[in-house]
């Protein structure tokens, strides 16, 4: 029976269609504070700092969270134009539909454009997006929690620890990769259809399942085995019989709803990305290893010092431990509720889980001579497209919030003596969840807000149009040295010249074959080169042209003009065939010696 207490809340707030207790508003409004600071805290001190830095994370350097930035600054541009020329964006030209070669994010895009707006800054309207997605992923799991029966407390507890998956935290510096809550929505959806099922439901379920494509396409492509596989344990013989058609309408619904959501975006990622595919070298080198299950996060407080877990510091390691307070959590809804009138959402939950860890082993996983990461890649569409098979295991983590916070509802149910107790060892594991998951203080990148400053910027910007490309290129393609490059990016959205390079998730072949031509600039190869891509201006370093040896000067001084020489940069324009010299450039700074 229920106590009084808990009869007298019933009354004063209500009781939800699924029958938990609905709180009332100053409830609610403490539990979002509550969210709030932990989403602030977890980042901190991004929120201190949010017009000068963006999030890195343990990325090795800022190129991730710059390119991502230079990728939510292209969607907002796009917006505003009726997203006209959305795919063509303005790197490696003159290749077409190079927006499809990494993470669109068009979702995350619009709420970027919305916050950049509010905030008037680039740089504060990226921190807000990672402010509010981590909001967003508390919020969201407690909405499913409370779907499942959990009540209100509880529920409120495990998003807490959604909020600091330990998975999230590590790949802080990853954009598309903090957005969980599209997740977490659409199991809410499929739950409510398979509950109740009607078209609000079916609309419900499509949109979420459009938001995660929206806005992480690695999470797109395994939400549907995991719906799957809820589906088949959420099923029931009514759904066969006197519901089927109800829930066929539902389903029928939802299926319309995403794919009118996401056949734009897909229809553009597959033509751009049709030509390319990933080594099954970089495919086995980006997956998990079991041990990597027991590597907490290097940065982290509590579990590094575990003794059960392994070296956070080995070299190329992935950190995928998902904290010991989610696995206590987990374990008791295992032992104590497998048998209870939840018993189909544990065995969503536990088996989602053991799906993950399998998934994240990529190809690394072997019955035999049998991969089965093989026969994904080969039938299960944008499986082959996919170069790191670890990043499944956020879908183990999650798995384990839902245990979780099942778990936390039968202790805050326990009545008698032991219900002090109860509720008290539910908050310390929430807490300790949250420690476990926080690396603070969180790495910043900080914006090179200088450099979109520069002179040269303003006087290109009212040259005639043409392709640009910058000189000399980083030694390699990878994130560790591509800084610069992606420095450039965002200057190109500044001056409106498209880029002739660049960096992405795919790099385009042709680029490729440029870079390698490029590699003995200014010769006559290299020069032949930027013809035959119709390249017009060529940006470079001062000092780095002021260092070249007499051949390459004389080089240029045949083929390409000096049409600006400032104190950052000198700008080259190539001359057309048979061209000459048109002597001293115009612009408010003449070139120099």
Same mark, same amino acid.
């Given at each position: 029976?229920?106590?009084?207490?808990?009869?007298?809340? &019933?009354?004063?707030?209500?009781?939800?269609?699924?029958?938990?207790?609905?709180?009332?508003?100053?409830?609610?409004?403490?539990?979002?504070?509550?969210?709030?600071?932990?989403?602030?805290?977890?980042?901190?001190?991004?929120?201190?700092?949010?017009?000068?830095?963006?999030?890195?994370?343990? &990325?090795?350097?800022?190129?991730?969270?710059?390119?991502?930035?230079?990728?939510?600054?292209?969607?907002?541009?796009?917006?505003?134009?009726?997203?006209?020329?959305?795919?063509?964006?303005?790197?490696?030209?003159?290749?077409?539909?190079?927006?499809?070669?990494?993470?669109?994010?068009?979702?995350?895009?619009?709420?970027?454009?919305?916050?950049?707006?509010?905030?008037?800054?680039?740089?504060?309207?990226?921190?807000?997006?990672?402010?509010?997605?981590?909001?967003?992923?508390?919020?969201?799991?407690?909405?499913?929690?409370?779907?499942?029966?959990?009540?209100?407390? +509880?529920?409120?507890?495990?998003?807490?620890?959604?909020?600091?998956?330990?998975?999230?935290?590590?790949?802080?510096?990853?954009?598309?990769?903090?957005?969980?809550?599209?997740?977490?929505?659409?199991?809410?959806?499929?739950?409510?259809?398979?509950?109740?099922?009607?078209?609000?439901?079916?609309?419900?379920?499509?949109?979420?399942?459009?938001?995660?494509?929206?806005?992480?396409?690695?999470?797109?492509?395994?939400?549907?085995?995991?719906?799957?596989?809820?589906?088949?344990?959420?099923? &029931?013989?009514?759904?066969?019989? !006197?519901?089927?058609?109800?829930?066929?309408?539902?389903?029928?619904?939802?299926?319309?709803?995403?794919? !009118?959501?996401?056949?734009?975006?897909?229809?553009?990622? !597959?033509?751009?990305?049709?030509?390319?595919?990933? @080594?099954?070298?970089?495919?086995?080198?980006? @997956?998990?290893?079991?041990?990597?299950?027991?590597?907490?996060?290097?940065?982290?407080?509590?579990?590094?010092?575990?003794?059960?877990?392994?070296?956070?510091?080995?070299?190329?390691?992935?950190?995928?431990?998902?904290?010991?307070?989610?696995?206590?959590?987990?374990?008791?809804?295992?032992?104590?509720?497998?048998?209870?009138?939840?018993?189909?959402?544990?065995?969503?939950?536990?088996?989602?889980?053991?799906?993950?860890?399998?998934?994240?082993?990529?190809?690394?996983?072997?019955?035999?001579? /049998?991969?089965?990461?093989?026969?994904?890649?080969?039938?299960?569409?944008?499986?082959?497209?996919?170069?790191?098979?670890? $990043?499944?295991?956020?879908?183990?983590?999650?798995?384990?919030?839902?245990?979780?916070?099942?778990?936390?509802?039968?202790?805050?149910?326990?009545?008698?003596?032991?219900?002090?107790?109860?509720?008290?060892?539910?908050?310390? !594991?929430?807490?300790?969840?949250?420690?476990?998951?926080?690396?603070?203080?969180?790495?910043?990148?900080?914006?090179?807000?200088?450099?979109?400053?520069?002179? /040269?910027?303003?006087?290109?910007?009212?040259?005639?149009?043409?392709?640009?490309?910058?000189? +000399?290129?980083?030694?390699?393609?990878?994130?560790?040295?591509?800084?610069?490059?992606?420095?450039?990016?965002?200057?190109?959205?500044?001056?409106?010249?498209?880029?002739?390079?660049?960096?992405?998730?795919?790099?385009?072949?042709?680029?490729?074959?440029?870079?390698?031509?490029?590699?003995?600039?200014?010769?006559? +190869?290299?020069?032949?080169?930027?013809? &035959? $891509?119709?390249?017009?201006?060529?940006?470079?370093?001062?000092?780095?042209?002021?260092?070249?040896?007499?051949?390459?000067?004389?080089?240029?001084?045949?083929?390409?003009?000096?049409?600006?020489?400032?104190?950052?940069?000198?700008?080259?324009?190539?001359?057309?065939?048979?061209?000459?010299?048109?002597? $001293?450039?115009?612009?408010?700074?003449?070139?120099?010696?």
């Amino acid at each position: 029976m229920r106590d009084r207490g808990d009869q007298g809340r &019933e009354r004063a707030g209500g009781s939800s269609a699924d029958g938990t207790t609905r709180p009332g508003a100053w409830a609610r409004a403490a539990a979002l504070a509550v969210h709030l600071l932990a989403a602030v805290a977890l980042t901190w001190p991004l929120a201190a700092r949010l017009g000068t830095h963006l999030p890195q994370g343990t &990325e090795v350097a800022g190129t991730i969270p710059l390119f991502n930035l230079w990728s939510l600054r292209w969607n907002a541009d796009r917006l505003a134009h009726g997203y006209a020329g959305y795919w063509d964006a303005p790197i490696f030209r003159p290749e077409k539909d190079t927006f499809a070669l990494s993470e669109p994010q068009p979702a995350t895009g619009i709420a970027f454009a919305t916050l950049r707006a509010v905030s008037r800054s680039d740089v504060a309207g990226f921190g807000l997006v990672v402010l509010a997605t981590f909001l967003a992923n508390g919020l969201v799991a407690t909405w499913l929690l409370r779907g499942l029966g959990v009540r209100f407390v +509880p529920a409120h507890g495990a998003g807490l620890a959604a909020q600091a998956l330990p998975f999230v935290v590590h790949e802080l510096g990853v954009l598309q990769l903090l957005a969980v809550y599209p997740i977490f929505g659409a199991l809410r959806g499929l739950a409510d259809v398979a509950r109740a099922p009607s078209l609000r439901h079916g609309i419900v379920l499509g949109v979420f399942v459009a938001l995660t494509g929206l806005t992480c396409s690695y999470y797109a492509v395994g939400l549907p085995l995991f719906l799957a596989l809820a589906a088949v344990f959420l099923g &029931e013989r009514r759904h066969l019989t !006197l519901e089927r058609r109800a829930t066929a309408a539902a389903l029928a619904m939802a299926l319309a709803v995403a794919a !009118l959501m996401l056949t734009p975006t897909l229809i553009g990622q !597959l033509r751009g990305t049709a030509a390319y595919e990933r @080594s099954d070298r970089a495919t086995q080198d980006l @997956s998990a290893s079991p041990a990597d299950w027991l590597r907490p996060h290097p940065d982290g407080i509590v579990a590094p010092r575990l003794p059960w877990t392994t070296d956070p510091s080995v070299r190329h390691a992935r950190h995928l431990y998902p904290g010991t307070a989610l696995l206590i959590l987990a374990g008791a809804a295992l032992v104590a509720l497998a048998r209870g009138p939840r018993a189909r959402w544990i065995g969503v939950a536990a088996v989602g889980a053991s799906l993950a860890f399998a998934l994240s082993l990529g190809p690394r996983l072997e019955l035999g001579e /049998w991969r089965p990461y093989d026969l994904l890649a080969s039938w299960v569409p944008g499986f082959a497209k996919l170069r790191s098979p670890f $990043r499944f295991a956020v879908f183990g983590q999650l798995c384990l919030v839902i245990l979780a916070g099942l778990a936390l509802d039968g202790l805050w149910r326990v009545r008698g003596r032991a219900r002090g107790g109860a509720r008290g060892l539910a908050v310390l !594991l929430v807490a300790t969840a949250l420690v476990e998951g926080a690396a603070v203080p969180a790495a910043l990148t900080p914006y090179p807000g200088d450099a979109m400053r520069e002179p /040269w910027i303003a006087w290109l910007a009212d040259q005639p149009a043409g392709i640009a490309v910058h000189l +000399p290129r980083p030694p390699a393609l990878g994130a560790r040295t591509a800084t610069p490059v992606v420095v450039s990016m965002l200057q190109s959205l500044e001056h409106g010249k498209p880029l002739g390079d660049g960096y992405s998730g795919f790099v385009p072949a042709s680029y490729r074959a440029l870079r390698e031509r490029l590699g003995a600039f200014p010769s006559d +190869p290299s020069l032949d080169a930027l013809r &035959e $891509r119709g390249i017009v201006y060529v940006i470079v370093p001062r000092d780095w042209f002021a260092q070249l040896p007499l051949q390459g000067r004389i080089a240029i001084r045949r083929r390409l003009d000096t049409a600006y020489a400032g104190d950052e940069k000198r700008i080259l324009r190539l001359r057309p065939p048979g061209g000459s010299s048109s002597g $001293r450039p115009p612009g408010p700074e003449p070139a120099r010696s």
